[in-house]
């Protein structure tokens, strides 16, 4: 399973440009889906940068009404209440055709135990041919869809190119390491030198030692550059877990772990990080990473292309010497060189059907149009002529939609058009992120520098839990969550020495930690039968 996908990786990553498979424009679905106008209604979690009301006024709605003959009735959440919203929406028990939600992946398997949404697995096999040619191109995927109960509830968004697995990723001044003739880092200990550098040498060259080399937002962020350098992860919802040849294990319960947590105390002990990632919240340590940047004092942190990298540029647009861009993830001691920040093929964002719903057919037909080449190409860039245009094959952006004429983010005037091949049940075009991320010289792309250290085979997969496993998961994983980020805080920043690490180990077992290492080998084992 996971060496076929691990091998596809590795070929699309060396790739800049890639473009989907070729398929059959509808992939042998027929069009219209009902013969007579259709009327499906969707609550839909409001998602990414969208701030409209209705889907239906994007031109790729109304172009997918023409052609399907199957209109949908939105209600978009509001606000950021949409966990109480869509939690009220459930528990009623009135629900619409079809749901669009963020963390499918986790709720999905309970909402279906209690008969709220219709397995689909069926309905896949007789009415869904792009879905099912999914699935059998990539069958990895059957296992991130399928519930613990065997049943498959959602249709997710799907990344099936490599550079769009890979999220957050290392980002550097590149024209520090010019200014001041340092080699790009490669090990952990290169890395330190360079840090040490930057923080000693003046890198912004303003006479003054104010250099903050490397800045994380967060113990996530912190964590997610050097702890795959030691083989660990520490990322998501699933913090800590990696798969070791098979075998589930849990990163702060390793010996090695220490290793780790000796090596970030360095870096703060001398000054070469930033120690306000254990205090503020996410946006707060953005707004610090911003200013950093801004005023030439940050030398390296890890980002996503948009928010971070593409954002700093343009905040630096004025500034000829700035030149920032991805880098390779540190290798470790024991050779590891690894990066965890990457998504999975599929995401918990997806749309479920309603096992109230009175035309389950035609739902399933018209969510499977999202997944044939049409609708990939409305989801991820709209209407030709009008969002787009095809230039020798390849889907071209207008050049109103980057460059907005009333002031909008390319984020934001593009789903004006589509509802983005990440925040809706499709498949994501890398042709999207081709033209969305400014140009790199050769040799500084993600798909060169960052998608070939992603090994999926070594991450936790989207395991899905019984009831009676998530029963006894959720306290313990609670109380394990917080002593454990508490705790590799205070190793980091010298408030707790090293030496207390065996004895931290020892509080994880008193706290459990083996059943719940036990419980996800259960989860994952059942993973891999799928």
Do not use: C
């Not at 528990?91 to 963020?102: E, H, V």
């Not at 319960?253 to 001398?270: G, K, P, Q, S």
């Not at 980020?485 to 020495?497: A, S, T």
């Amino acid at each position: 399973m996971f060496k076929k996908f691990t091998t596809i990786l590795t070929v699309v990553a060396l790739l800049t440009l890639v473009t989907l498979p070729a398929l059959a424009d509808t992939g042998g679905l027929a069009l219209p889906i009902s013969e007579k106008p259709l009327t499906l209604k969707m609550w839909a979690q409001r998602l990414g940068s969208y701030r409209g009301n209705d889907y239906n006024d994007k031109v790729s709605f109304q172009e997918m009404q023409k052609r399907t003959n199957v209109k949908i009735d939105f209600e978009i959440s509001t606000g950021t209440g949409y966990e109480e919203q869509f939690n009220l929406m459930m528990a009623s028990r009135d629900l619409p055709d079809l749901i669009l939600y963020s963390a499918w992946d986790k709720q999905a398997a309970n909402y279906g135990h209690q008969g709220a949404l219709l397995p689909l697995e069926d309905l896949i096999a007789e009415h869904a041919p792009n879905f099912s040619r999914i699935l059998a191109e990539y069958p990895e995927l059957r296992g991130q869809i399928t519930a613990a109960d065997g049943h498959i509830y959602y249709l997710p968004n799907l990344a099936l190119e490599g550079q769009l697995l890979v999220q957050m990723y290392p980002q550097i001044r590149f024209d520090w390491l010019e200014k001041l003739g340092l080699e790009e880092p490669e090990t952990t200990e290169e890395w330190y030198q360079v840090l040490k550098a930057f923080k000693e040498q003046d890198a912004n060259g303003n006479g003054l030692k104010d250099e903050v080399p490397y800045v994380p937002i967060n113990i996530s962020n912190l964590m997610m550059m050097f702890a795959p350098a030691w083989g660990f992860n520490y990322q998501g919802a699933q913090t800590g877990f990696f798969i070791d040849n098979g075998v589930v294990k849990y990163s702060p319960y390793e010996d090695r772990y220490v290793e780790l947590l000796e090596y970030l105390n360095r870096l703060y002990a001398e000054g070469l990080m930033d120690p306000t990632y254990a205090s503020g919240d996410y946006s707060t340590n953005y707004a610090n990473l911003t200013e950093k940047v801004t005023n030439d004092i940050a030398g390296v942190w890890v980002g996503w292309a948009g928010s971070f990298m593409n954002t700093f540029r343009s905040l630096k647009a004025d500034d000829p010497d700035f030149r920032i861009g991805p880098i390779s993830p540190p290798k470790g001691p024991y050779g590891d060189q690894w990066h965890i920040s990457a998504r999975w093929q599929s995401s918990g964002i997806g749309i479920a059907i309603a096992s109230t719903t009175k035309h389950p057919v035609e739902a399933i037909k018209w969510l499977d149009y999202q997944y044939s080449e049409e609708g990939i190409l409305l989801n991820n860039f709209g209407v030709e002529g009008v969002s787009y245009d095809m230039v020798d094959g390849y889907p071209t952006y207008k050049p109103h939609v980057f460059n907005n004429p009333d002031g909008l983010s390319p984020e934001e005037s593009l789903l004006q058009y589509v509802p983005g091949g990440g925040s809706w049940a499709t498949v994501s075009d890398g042709r999207y992120l081709a033209q969305y991320n400014p140009p790199e010289p050769a040799g500084y792309t993600v798909a060169e520098r960052v998608a070939p250290y992603v090994d999926m085979s070594r991450m936790l997969p989207p395991v899905q839990f019984t009831q009676e496993e998530q029963r006894v998961l959720t306290p313990i994983m609670m109380d394990l969550t917080t002593f454990v980020e508490e705790n590799v805080n205070n190793f980091i920043l010298g408030r707790k020495p090293l030496s207390e690490f065996p004895k931290f180990q020892q509080d994880l077992k008193k706290m459990q930690v083996e059943k719940v290492i036990s419980i996800y080998q259960d989860a994952y084992n059942r993973f891999m039968s799928y």
